[in-house]
């Protein structure tokens, strides 16, 4: 966002004479000297380049008298982006631009050409780039935005300056709302809303009745739904739907608890059914074992049997003493037993086959109760299944379908309920449409101004007088109906002469430069203040004229980042520059004398 432009120089040249030029800083800057030195003259050259005109009778006049030999004269403006130097000869109807700034055209721009011309430019430069209508009246009338269109919040001029009148308010009252419009207009960056009936009226009233159409025609579609839900809610068996919907989504909870609760106790005989039939499977399988175990018990037993009665025979057959070859006597060789040791193992074998047996018998037990448990068990999810299948689950059904048809009825009677909202809606809409055909639309710029304007204009009046040294000062009020301020409950107009005017009005300016440096889209930048001092010659109680002047080249001394400020002022009005850090202020001082510095702006005058 551009904040605002300032001028940087002024200069009037032609052929035959000493180009005479005064350069300015963004900040504060002094231009004094005894009449008739040009200081009035620098002023006209800014207006001359920017088409604003400085006589009564509305003529843009060259700044010069021919007879001083002076043809065109240059104002350089700068903003954020560049430079954009402005030239225009005498009674030129364009304005020759060189620029560095993108979307600046260099060359000859038309002072009031249709395509772009020079407030199109000039607006460029505080970063307007399209153009803009403004309300001009009540009825909402529009002009364009231009930029002298607010040339009070960046020209004091000395003929004004005195004024009674509100000095941020154009003269002609005509002109007032254009101004008020193209004020809201700098502070909020957007244009007016502008009521379609008073921007086209024709289309507006096709529009209307078009609307008008289309709602008769929808209240008339309406109008047939909403019979036909009438009917079906007349015919419809279900009454009281509110109480008896409510207590049949309490029977649904109760029946889907019950339902859950079914299917929980089911799972858990399931889980039980599955875990007996694992012990039934582990019993199985240590039976299969025990059977296993006493099949090779007893062939153990068998063999041992054939051993012990293979060793009796053999011992019961005679013994040979003599041998039968050769007649020699045998000796008998003690043979070892294996009857012993058979026997043994025998017994052992048949103890552990009666502990077989017993264990057996245990787990054969445990198993026949385990599969009766699992009858049991499995009859019991039969029956909670045949429950859960005769009984819960078609309850639940039927009282689902019973909730479909209240739903389907609630339905019903919401559609009625919205027809008959919307028709309504439409009908008031219908009556607002006619109403609003008759009504008469009038616009008043005062009413779109910021809710704290008001008040930020008055506290920075109130800030500016304090720093002034503006004494015996309780209350100021900037009055948005008057535009104007009153000091302790009065009017400007009412208690104070001409010099005191000129300084208040003063005061009004740089209040508004504040706010438009602080608080609005885009900024003017620069202010022109032609003679703030003019008739202040005179104390009234409690202001001295010093102390009044001191104070308020001591505020633009100190609030110079508020933008650019070119105070023009005679010499005998002006206070002692002694005074002030003069490293701070631009102080440019014509003498009238010729041996003594600059005798004015013109430097072939008075050669």
Known sequence: MFNGLFIKSITASGPNVETSTVSLKNGLNIISGPSNTGKTGIVRCILYVLNKHWKTDGEKYFPFAEKYGYKEVSVEFVNDDGYALFTRGIDDKNVNIKSNIPGIKNGFIGISSKKENLNDIILKLIGINERHQVPKNTKYATQSLTWNGVSSLWYLDEESITQSNPIMLPGQVIQRTAFLSSLLFMITGKEIDIPEGIKDPKISKAKKDAVKSQLKLQLQEIGEKTKELSEALISSPINSIEDKFNNLLE?????????????????????????????????????????????????????????????????????????????????????????????????????????????????????????????????????????????????????????????????????????????????????????????????????????????????????????????????????????????????????????????????????????????????????????????????????????????????LNNSQNEGQVILIENSDAMPSIDNFKQDNINFIKFTKNKDKGRYGFLLNVPK
């Open 251 to 555: 029977e649904i909870k109760e029946v889907e608890k019950a339902v859950s609760n079914q299917i929980s106790e089911i799972k858990e005989v399931q889980s039980n059914i599955t875990e007996i039939n694992q012990k039934v499977i582990d019993a199985t399988v240590y039976i299969s074992r025990y059977d296993d175990l006493k099949t090779q018990y007893i062939a153990d037993i068998k063999r041992l049997s054939f051993i012990v009665d293979g060793e009796k025979a053999v011992n019961s057959i005679p013994e040979n003493k003599e041998c039968p070859f050769c007649h020699h006597e045998i000796t008998s060789i003690e043979g070892h037993s294996h009857i012993d040791a058979a026997n043994a193992e025998l017994g052992r074998i048949l103890e552990q086959l009666d502990g077989l047996k017993k264990s057996t018998d245990n787990v054969t037990d445990k198993r026949k109760k385990l599969l009766r448990q699992l009858e049991y068990l499995k009859e019991k999810r039969d029956s909670l299944n045949d429950i859960l299948r005769r009984e819960l689950k078609p309850k639940l059904e039927n009282l689902t379908n019973l909730k479909k048809d209240y739903q389907g009825y609630i339905s019903l009677k919401s559609q009625l309920d919205v027809y008959r909202q919307m028709s309504s809606d439409w009908t008031n809409r219908i009556i607002e449409i006619e109403k609003d055909s008759k009504k008469i639309h009038q616009y008043h710029p005062k009413e779109h101004f910021p809710d704290n304007f008001a008040n930020d204009i008055s506290s920075y009046a109130r800030d500016i007088l304090t720093r002034c040294n503006y004494g015996n000062l309780n209350s100021v009020i900037f009055n948005l109906d008057t535009f104007e301020i009153e000091i302790n409950g009065n009017e400007k107009s009412e208690v104070n002469g001409k010099g005191y005017r000129s300084f208040l009005n003063t005061v009004v300016n740089l209040s508004f430069r504040r706010y438009m440096a602080l608080k609005s889209v885009y900024k003017t930048g620069t202010v022109i203040i032609d003679t703030p001092f003019l008739g202040l010659d005179q104390g009234e109680e409690n202001n001295t004229p010093d102390g009044l002047k001191n104070g308020l080249i001591q505020y």
